[in-house]
C-alpha cells in the first residue's frame, strides 16, 4: 500500500510495509488494551523491545505515534488512520484467504500480512466486492462470473440472482433430461 505519513512539500518516503505493521499492531492493541506499552508490540511483533524503541522513535518523527521512553505508545490521528486502514485491509485477505479459498488460518494469516501491504485500492476492492456478490447471488450457470461486473457497476439485485438461479435450474434439469433419453 505504502501510505504517505503526512502531505505536504518535499513529499516524504512513503510508509515501509514494516512501519505498516507496526502502526497495525499498535492499533489492534489499543482495541483491546487501556494503555500500550513497548513490550506489548514487542510480544505481538515477536521482535526484541530496543527494535520496538527504535521503530517508534521513527514514527514519532513521521508523527504517526506518540513515544516517550518509558511511557506508553499512542497513535496519532494519522497513526489512527493508517493502522486503522492496514488492519482493515489485513481482515479483508484474511477473510477471502480462508472464507474463499479455504487456506488454513496460520498460512492465511501470514499471507494476508504479506498482501495487505502489495496490493492497491483498487484490487483490494474488487476483492470486496467479489466477496459480496459471493454472498448475494449464489453461483448459478456458467455466466455466473460474468454477472459479476454487472454487480459491480449495479450494486445487489436479488430478484437478478433469483431469476438466474431458476433459469439455471431449469436449463440444467433440461441437460439432465436429454442424457437420461
Not at 500500550?36 to 514487542?42: C, E, G, L, S, T
Request: charged share 30%.
Amino acid at each position: 500500500m505504502m501510505v504517505s505519513a503526512k502531505s505536504g512539500y518535499p513529499p516524504e518516503k512513503p510508509l515501509t510495509p514494516t512501519m505498516e505493521d507496526y502502526l497495525e499492531a499498535i492499533f489492534d492493541l489499543e482495541k483491546n488494551k487501556k494503555a500500550v506499552r513497548v513490550k506489548d508490540i514487542a510480544g505481538r511483533m515477536n521482535v526484541k523491545m530496543p527494535t520496538v524503541t527504535s521503530m517508534l522513535k521513527t514514527l514519532s518523527v513521521k508523527g504517526l505515534v506518540n513515544y516517550e521512553k518509558y511511557e506508553y505508545v499512542e497513535l496519532t490521528v494519522n497513526g489512527i488512520t493508517v493502522g486503522k486502514e492496514i488492519s482493515r485491509r489485513h481482515q479483508v485477505l484474511f477473510k477471502f484467504l480462508t472464507g474463499i479459498l479455504k487456506i488454513k488460518p496460520q498460512t492465511a494469516d501470514e499471507e494476508a500480512c504479506r498482501m495487505e501491504h502489495a496490493l492497491s485500492t483498487g484490487t483490494l476492492s474488487s476483492i470486496t466486492d467479489f466477496m459480496e456478490f459471493i454472498q448475494a447471488c449464489p453461483r448459478a450457470g456458467e455466466s455466473w462470473l460474468s454477472q459479476f461486473e454487472e454487480f459491480r457497476l449495479h450494486g445487489q439485485r436479488p430478484d437478478d440472482c433469483a431469476e438466474r438461479t431458476l433459469s439455471f435450474s431449469s436449463d440444467f434439469k433440461k441437460k439432465i433430461d436429454c442424457l437420461k433419453d
